[in-house]
Nanobody, 115 residues
């Protein structure tokens, strides 16, 4: 089964940009639906964006127009481009690979938006 690992988090000022990466290994990446989730302190984990096997995307209302999810099947990697970041985007961001009833989560990467 696939394993995933996130990278690219950090500290950024409001209005800035970051690109998160999620590298997959261990299985056929192109067969998996990939998603980005986030969890802020004291809050439940929430869906940020998802990209299907066919490349269709869906976003949380709070990030529409600011975040873009994409995948590179040749590199077995999914990306989350985050623009116009706000303080409320501060969270640990997790990558998830899903196929049928199977799901694999990464360890998460911290994104902090602060001046």
């Amino acid at each position: 089964q696939v394993q995933v690992a996130e990278s690219g988090g950090g500290l950024v000022q409001p209005g800035g940009s970051l690109r998160l990466s999620c590298a997959a290994s261990g299985s056929i990446f192109s067969l998996y639906v990939m998603g980005w989730y986030r969890q802020a302190p004291g809050k439940q984990r929430e869906l940020v964006a998802i990209i299907t096997v066919g490349g269709s995307t869906n976003y949380a209302d709070s990030v529409k127009g600011r975040f873009t999810i994409s995948r590179d099947n040749a590199k077995a990697t999914v990306y989350l481009q985050m623009n116009s970041l706000k303080s409320e985007d501060t969270a640990v961001y997790y990558c998830k690979a899903a196929r049928g009833q199977f799901a694999s989560w990464g360890q998460g990467t911290q994104v902090t938006v602060s001046s």
